[in-house]
């Protein structure tokens, strides 16, 4: 690892609905030198946030208090902005046309997600 902070200059979305995970995966994101978008509560301030500010990536939780976050993955994907689900729901219970995104079981170890998106600012040799 270098002396560079591991997330410095990105935008990370987060899509989470538990005010605990959410504040969790936030500050871990700042303390790896990102600019944390939302955190999102809903697919509707998801979709808001992501139209005010393209993200470099996102974090997703599928199940919002009952609402599925489908909507808001089919977007960052349309948008080809990389992003994890963060969920309770087994990989079994994700639709198939999404069995290449990432997914993370909670509960999710917020410093291991700032890790996984350490890749986007690696520079080319």
């Not at 005010?52 to 089919?74: M, Q, S, W």
């Not at 977007?75 to 079994?92: E, I, K």
């Not at 046309?97 to 079981?105: L, M, N, P, Q, R």
Request: charged fraction near 20%; proline fraction near 7%.
């Amino acid at each position: 690892m270098t002396d560079a902070p591991l997330l410095s200059g990105l935008k990370i979305l987060i899509v989470e609905d538990d005010v605990i995970i959410a504040e969790a995966m936030s500050d871990s994101f700042v303390r790896a030198a990102a600019t944390v978008i939302g955190p999102a509560f809903s697919v509707r301030q998801a979709l808001g946030l992501i139209g005010e500010t393209r993200p470099d990536a996102a974090v997703v939780d599928i199940n919002l208090n009952g609402e599925l976050a489908f909507p808001v993955a089919d977007r960052l994907r349309a948008d080809g902005v990389p992003f994890v689900f963060a969920t309770g729901f087994d990989a079994s219970e994700i639709p198939e046309h999404y069995a290449t995104i990432g997914h993370c079981s909670k509960p999710v170890d917020p410093a291991a997600l700032a890790e996984a998106f350490s890749w986007l600012n690696r520079k080319p040799l």
